[in-house]
T-cell receptor, first 109, second 112 residues
Framework: EDQVTQSPEALRLQEGESSSLNCSYTVSGLRGLFWYRQDPGKGPEFLFT???AGEEKEKERLKATLTKKESFLHITAPKPEDSATYLC??????????FGAGTRLTVKP | DAGITQSPRHKVTETGTPVTLRCHQTENHRYMYWYRQDPGHGLRLIHYSYGVKDTDKGEVSDGYSVSRSKTEDFLLTLESATSSQTSVYFCAIRKEGNQPQHFGDGTRLSIL
């Protein structure tokens, strides 16, 4: 069965303190791995798609990487406005999408 | 922002009553999805649609039905609501091809 596990569940950082979020997955034929950001009371907002191992995508302070078993979302010098829940999802070859439970990131000024 | 509107945004109702949630899109995307989000769980797929009148079940479809009579509207119905269906419900849309899903801002449903 396809599975997505995100760690840690929660992460508290000081402003400027870089770190990484992990998304481990098992899937039958990966078609894509997606990262989303979710703010309280809002729907998930799309950040990145990664399609194959070795691929990297960047946007401002965020960089997503992908291996055959996991993806990392690296956050460099985070700011308080980066506080949110970050969701990872995998799309299998049958187009089924499976979401992780998310990592709740808090960045303190 | 993706043109997705969910209504109502909040609803409180009683056990045993029927409830219908609406998702409206202005993007003309083929695929539409209904998810529920509960603490400690990822988003879980309830039903999805791959075209007008074409729908299929997801992971947690028991107790839910859907209808799509127009490209832009996807309705989720709880025929007889139960307290276990208290949740936040999200609609998502997707273009053809290997594209990401885009989400509405959700409906918070409380069943007392």
């Amino acid at each position: 069965e396809d599975q997505v596990t995100q760690s840690p569940e929660a992460l508290r950082l000081q402003e400027g303190e870089s770190s990484s979020l992990n998304c481990s997955y098992t899937v039958s034929g990966l078609r894509g791995l997606f990262w989303y950001r979710q703010d309280p009371g809002k729907g998930p907002e799309f950040l990145f798609t990664l399609y194959s191992a070795g691929e990297e995508k960047e946007k401002e302070r965020l960089k997503a990487t992908l291996t055959k078993k996991e993806s990392f979302l690296h956050i460099t010098a985070p700011k308080p406005e980066d506080s949110a829940t970050y969701l990872c999802a995998v799309q299998a070859e049958n187009n089924d999408m499976r979401f992780g439970a998310g990592t709740r990131l808090t960045v303190k000024p | 922002d993706a043109g997705i509107t969910q209504s109502p945004r909040h609803k409180v109702t009683e056990t045993g009553t029927p409830v219908t949630l609406r998702c409206h899109q202005t993007e003309n995307h083929r695929y539409m999805y209904w998810y529920r989000q509960d603490p400690g769980h990822g988003l879980r797929l309830i039903h999805y649609s791959y075209g007008v009148k074409d729908t299929d079940k997801g992971e947690v479809s028991d107790g839910y039905s859907v209808s799509r009579s127009k490209t832009e509207d996807f309705l989720l119905t709880l025929e007889s609501a139960t307290s276990s269906q208290t949740s936040v419900y999200f609609c998502a849309i997707r273009k053809e091809g290997n594209q990401p899903q885009h989400f509405g801002d959700g409906t918070r449903l409380s069943i007392l």
